[in-house]
């Protein structure tokens, strides 16, 4: 079993720059993949970046290649999305996801997630 505690939302201009963090508890994820997602009003859930804990490979959803960076410290089970360069469009609320890893790909689908977060809103103003 995992525990998942996103933070770091808020609102923000176009433009600007936010750092969503995820602190995960309850077993250890040094086997684990560790995702991002998002969802906006009326949308689908979308993959937006992961990182396997073994290895720290990562991949990122088109929609934000160049401009969000995932990444994860060892010591304090927490995995980070940098957020550069924000758009209106980035307006979601984001959900830290985790499953255990199996192979080096990095799964991009919501249903192959085990564990999900509260969620944190980023709002990102014209």
């Known amino acids: 079993q995992v525990q998942l505690v996103e933070s770091g939302g808020g609102l923000v201009q176009a433009g600007g720059s936010l750092r969503l963090s995820c602190v995960a508890s309850g077993r250890t994820i040094s086997n684990y993949v560790m995702g991002w997602f998002r969802q906006a009003p009326g949308k689908e859930r979308e993959f937006v970046a992961a990182i396997i804990w073994s290895g720290g490979r990562t991949d990122y959803a088109d929609s934000v290649k160049g401009r969000f960076t995932i990444s994860r410290h060892n010591g304090k089970n927490t995995v980070y999305l940098q957020m550069n360069s924000l758009k209106p469009e980035d307006t979601a609320v984001y959900y830290c996801?985790?499953?255990?890893?199996?192979?080096?790909?990095?799964?991009?689908?919501?249903?192959?997630?085990?564990?999900w977060g509260q969620g944190t809103q980023v709002t990102v103003s014209a």
């Open positions: 996801a985790a499953k255990p890893s199996y192979s080096s790909v990095t799964p991009t689908a919501v249903r192959q997630y085990d564990y």
